[in-house]
């Protein structure tokens, strides 16, 4: 295999799933796969060596943040990314796009580019899609995002339109600008829930995508923002099904399990969100019961695992009893151990994805989860 040569293992039958590996400078990703999100540079309460026993093949970490701190010239000077952090595995940054749109109220936006303010202390800056390039580039990481302009849900046809033209062009100045070989340039769908824009947004990449180097990969963006999940899959999978088969297909910002498997399901390879992190430093956990809020009374006499079918130290050495006395404590090895476990479980989806992929078991897979107590809980 060549790097980021994408190849597809497995397929279902019943279904667009596929079971693949992506190349990469650092090693080989196995997909489907989870990618735990490390913002700043780290996943919080977690450190490299636990996410590498919980089988985490990918992290992503954020442009916009490390560019404010510690600055990506500090990172560059370090060695890059994986120096700086001391991860031997692949990474991922985005563009930090999604971060500069949120913040409305400081955004000035034109087809050259983007203002934002630092949420650090208020200094301005201005980003073209060629300075978000150079500052990825500093960074270092394996897969990098274009700069795109992500909209918000409701959102007017018109502003979707304008979106979806300005992020094609700014794909295609990010690949001009963009010159590592070591690096894979990833360009992003945009197009809310119209499922015209979206295929339009599809045909302008594959435009860009034939004119030039290419796009070793897609990210589908603007999902994930207010709208209703059962929305996203009125459009995903016709979405899926028009980029290249042979690239992987990554749906930015979605992480609750139910999803995780449906996308699967339309043809989707790589997934990242902050979800099973963040969830877990309010004391909520995954299982295949459902979600778990571990401040809730019933758990005081617990001793059971969190879940019984789980493989995570968390699960292996910790009752329910214990973890909702943590919680309640306020103790720190609270968000250590959950989100190991929320970690772990997604993680550990994923791979049971590929294997049913793999073995032709996908369909029951799904059909299990999806009458499963879970289903209605994410």
Known sequence: MTVFDFQIQASDPLCAARAGVFTTPHGELRTPVFMPVGTKATVKAMTPEQLRHLGAQILLANTYHLFLRPGDELIREAGGLHAFMNWDRPLLTDSGGFQVFSLADTLKLSDDGVGFASIVDGQRFHWTPEDNVAVQNHIGADIIMQLDQCTPYPCETATLHQAVVRSAEWARRCRVAHQRPDQALFAIVQGGTDLTERLQSVQ????????????????IGGYSVGEPHQLMFETLPAVAQALPVDRPRYLMGVGNPTTLLRAVACGVDMFDCVLPTRTARTGTVFSHQGRMNLRNARYKNDFQP???????????????????????????????????HNLRFLLRLMEDCRQAICTGRFGQLLAQWENSAAVDDF
């Open 204 to 219: 302008r990449l594959l435009e860009i995508d034939s004119q030039t180097a290419g796009f070793p990969g897609f990210g």
């Open 306 to 340: 969190l879940d019984d079918s789980c493989d995570c130290p968390t699960c292996q050495g910790f009752s329910r009893a214990y973890l909702h006395h943590l919680v309640m404590a306020r103790e720190m090895l609270a968000s250590v151990a959950l989100t190991q």
